[in-house]
């Protein structure tokens, strides 16, 4: 889930197993929504989105799900990679506003061998 | 691929000093954005810019200022330096469509002395 404080919450996967990593959004209203990956020293990197007339959506080995009800985003990746070693974090959009686009701290996950 | 390109990966400068970053993208995207990242918490928007010369404050604006003269560029502007400026920088880029993610250049770590 998201991080409270300095330290962001870890995952350990071990490689080959799926991954799910959650968002916890606070903004009923809010209609789209965004997961990114940021790699050590690097910039953020979009990975999937999702709008609210939705409830999944599916990439390359990714799938976002999205619960309106408990307003609660979960992004699953299929067959970890030592790759998918990275802060995960999403984002979510409060209104028409891209200024109120809104980002968690994020999930370490860590892919073991 | 859209590609935004941050001038600096690593900056150093002292308390006091003007401070210029800046970005560009490639993508005639109409909107673009400067954050800064610090750890635990999250992304937070200091200025967001959606044409030639037009700017939105974001949550965090005290203390920079912003520039964007034509369409792929746009410079964040640091006033005086101070050390609580001393952070990781990030360059957006989006269209102005409903559901287009940003897309990030890789960032410049700023330290002030």
């Known amino acids: 889930g998201e991080s409270v404080g300095l330290h962001l919450p870890t995952l350990s996967v071990q490689e080959g197993d799926n991954s799910i990593i959650n968002c916890a959004y606070s903004n009923s209203a809010s209609d789209y929504f965004i997961w990114y990956k940021q790699e050590s020293g690097k910039g953020p990197q979009f990975i999937i989105d999702i709008r609210s007339n939705m409830d999944k959506r599916q990439g390359q080995r990714v799938t976002v799900l999205l619960n309106k009800t408990v307003k609660h985003l979960s992004l699953q990746i299929a067959a970890t990679q030592p790759g998918d070693s990275a802060v995960y974090f999403c984002?979510?959009?409060?209104?028409?506003?891209?200024?109120?686009?809104?980002f968690g701290a994020g999930t370490q996950v860590v892919v073991t061998p | 691929d859209v590609k935004v390109t941050q001038s600096s990966r690593y900056l150093v400068k002292r308390t006091g000093e003007k401070v210029f970053l800046e970005c560009v993208q490639d993508m005639d995207h109409e909107n673009m954005f400067w954050y800064r990242q610090d750890p635990g918490l999250g992304l937070r928007l200091i200025y967001f810019s959606y044409d030639v010369k037009m700017k939105e404050k974001g949550d965090i604006p005290e203390g920079y200022s912003v520039s964007r003269e034509k369409k792929e560029r746009f410079s964040l502007i640091l006033e005086s330096a101070s050390t609580n400026q001393t952070s990781m920088y990030l360059c957006?880029?989006?269209?102005?469509?409903?559901?287009?993610?940003?897309?990030f250049g890789n960032g410049t770590r700023l330290t002030v002395t």
């Open positions: 984002a979510e959009k409060k209104g028409d506003s891209w200024g109120k686009l809104q």
């Open positions: 957006a880029s989006n269209s102005d469509s409903y559901n287009s993610p940003l897309h």
